[in-house]
């Protein structure tokens, strides 16, 4: 028998994790529910799986015989839904970040600790092979012990979403809560630390969308320190290169070397101190990016993992536990800006 999924939100994420979980696990989910009021991604859903069932309420949905739910829907909804979600004894596959306030994510973490549910975040970028690369290449000691990581994205504007929710911060958490969490949660899982305390800065130059003082920034650099000793900084401008020109690029340096990525490439850049090279040497990684928004590394592969710790009765690499320091990480840098001070981690 299948897995019966449901589906809350059908925005641009939410139907590419519909599209996904049809496409790569059809013989594992059923597509049974789905509640939006997005009418062209609802008829993008029957064409796929015409018996979905429809509904208009999120609640009915969660009471719905259901195996897993999939929540896609803005930020500042995502703790109470997982929390009613796991009080039905349904399997969770929550969208990033994990709240927008400290005291949402102690509820996520309460909640998770308490249940015996599946509980994945969709910080899917862990589940590539690029950048687990990566990640195995600091633990076996390629470049010596980590002293710095570093996180560089000059891109374009966030893309339109329903009633401009992801432009205020009241209700997206900000752009590096939204934004950059994905990027803190790799930076925190290369270095294996929590992050100790952040200094940032940050503002709106060009995209103002709404009035007022709750509109995200569009640039900021955040520098922030672990509790064993590795600094790390992230810039992030949102008015610069516009796809495909755009390229985030990620590092580590270590007492022994440099990794830096270019994913444009799907490669990893190696320098190793006292070779006396003059290129890095150039790991070429086998790994795709996926079809859904954004067309994230590691975006196929979170939905076949997440059926497979269903089936398997196993917690996912992103976890609550595991990802938590990220949210928390973005949260302390949003509000290190609005206070202009040193927000310190507890």
């Known amino acids: 028998m299948k897995l019966r999924f449901g589906f809350l939100g059908l925005g641009a994420m939410g139907f590419s994790h519909v599209n996904s979980f049809?496409?790569?696990?059809?013989?594992?989910?059923?597509?049974?529910?789905?509640?939006?009021?997005?009418?062209?991604?609802?008829?993008?859903?029957?064409?796929?799986?015409?018996?979905?069932?429809?509904?208009?309420?999120?609640?009915?949905?969660?009471?719905?015989?259901?195996?897993?739910?999939?929540?896609?829907?803005?930020?500042f909804t995502h703790v109470s839904l997982a929390l009613a979600i796991l009080r039905a004894g349904k399997h969770l596959f929550l969208e990033?970040?994990?709240?927008?306030?400290?005291?949402?994510?102690?509820?996520?973490?309460?909640?998770?600790?308490?249940?015996?549910?599946?509980?994945?975040?969709?910080?899917?970028?862990?589940?590539?092979?690029?950048?687990?690369?990566?990640?195995?290449?600091?633990?076996?000691?390629?470049?010596?012990?980590?002293r710095m990581v570093w996180t560089r994205e000059f891109r374009g504007p966030f893309q339109k979403k329903s009633q401009d929710w992801i432009q205020d911060s009241r209700r997206s958490g900000g752009m590096l809560v939204d934004k950059n969490c994905h990027h803190f949660d790799l930076m925190n899982w290369w270095v294996n630390s929590k992050p100790k305390r952040v200094a940032a800065f940050g503002g709106n130059a060009v995209n103002r969308v709404i009035e007022g003082?709750?509109?995200?920034?569009?640039?900021?650099?955040?520098?922030?320190?672990?509790?064993?000793?590795?600094?790390?900084?992230?810039?992030?401008?949102?008015?610069?290169?516009?796809?495909?020109?755009?390229?985030?690029?990620?590092?580590?340096v270590g007492d022994g070397g440099v990794l830096q990525t270019r994913i444009s490439q799907i490669e990893i850049l190696h320098w190793k101190r006292g070779t006396n090279r003059k290129e890095p040497a150039i790991h070429k990684v086998a790994a795709q990016f996926g079809e859904g928004w954004g067309n994230h590394l590691g975006f196929d592969e979170i939905h076949v993992e997440f059926v497979s710790c269903i089936l398997e009765k196993r917690q996912p690499l992103t976890s609550v536990k595991n990802c938590l320091d990220a949210t928390l990480l973005a949260i302390a840098a949003e509000e290190s800006i609005k206070t202009q001070s040193m927000i310190n981690l507890d």
């Open 213 to 252: 003082a709750d509109q995200v920034n569009d640039h900021s650099t955040v520098n922030f320190e672990y509790e064993n000793g590795v600094r790390g900084t992230l810039q992030i401008c949102m008015f610069a290169l516009d796809f495909p020109q755009e390229d985030l690029e990620m590092g580590i």
């Open 96 to 146: 990033k970040p994990c709240g927008i306030t400290r005291e949402e994510c102690k509820k996520l973490l309460d909640a998770s600790e308490k249940s015996d549910r599946i509980i994945m975040i969709g910080h899917e970028l862990r589940y590539s092979p690029f950048f687990l690369k990566m990640k195995e290449l600091v633990d076996a000691g390629e470049i010596g012990t980590p």
């Open 22 to 75: 049809a496409k790569l696990c059809a013989d594992t989910v059923e597509i049974a529910t789905v509640c939006s009021s997005n009418e062209a991604n609802i008829k993008k859903v029957r064409d796929l799986a015409p018996n979905v069932r429809l509904f208009k309420d999120e609640a009915e949905l969660i009471q719905s015989p259901l195996d897993a739910i999939i929540v896609s829907t803005p930020n």
